[in-house]
């Protein structure tokens, strides 16, 4: 069996990250039929990106990001235009966001005693019905 290490990051630095750079059309394909899957069968997914950078890259990137940050004119488009410097050869990620301990037995409780359940999200409408369906029991 592998060891797990515990290793603390720091967070440096949080990017609005609102778009999608050009990407291979054949992984934006199934990158895409692999989430809606994940959806169908019921798995709310999170997924993230990431990339190593030295530390030399890091600090030359933030000069030009704090000045972004700071500039009075055009600053979304000074601050879009340093995060697209960054948000390049990244590797994307999956993790299954699994609902908290006790919420299916919470919410199987609540529906026998007659309490109608209302789902909100943010998903697409698919997801939404799949994960009350799968995880949450909800008929």
């Given at each position: ?21 050009e ?24 997924c ?35 995060a ?29 005693s ?7 999200t ?5 997801t ?12």
């Amino acid at each position: 069996m592998s060891k797990i290490l515990d290793v603390p990051y720091e967070i440096l630095n949080v990017l609005e990250f609102n778009r999608l750079c050009e990407v291979n059309d054949d992984l934006k394909k199934v990158t895409r039929q692999h989430l809606e899957q994940f959806g169908s069968a019921g798995l709310h997914t999170l997924c993230m990106a990431y990339r190593n950078l030295s530390a030399d890259m890091y600090e030359s990137w933030n000069e030009k990001f704090i000045l972004a940050k700071s500039s009075l004119r055009d600053r979304e488009k000074k601050l879009d235009e340093v995060a697209e410097l960054i948000e390049k050869d990244l590797t994307m990620i999956a993790i299954e966001d699994k609902l908290q301990e006790g919420v299916p037995d919470c919410i199987e409780t609540l529906s026998r005693s007659g309490i109608k359940i209302w789902v909100l999200t943010e998903d697409k409408m698919g997801t939404t019905i799949n994960i009350a369906y799968g995880a949450l029991g909800i008929h």
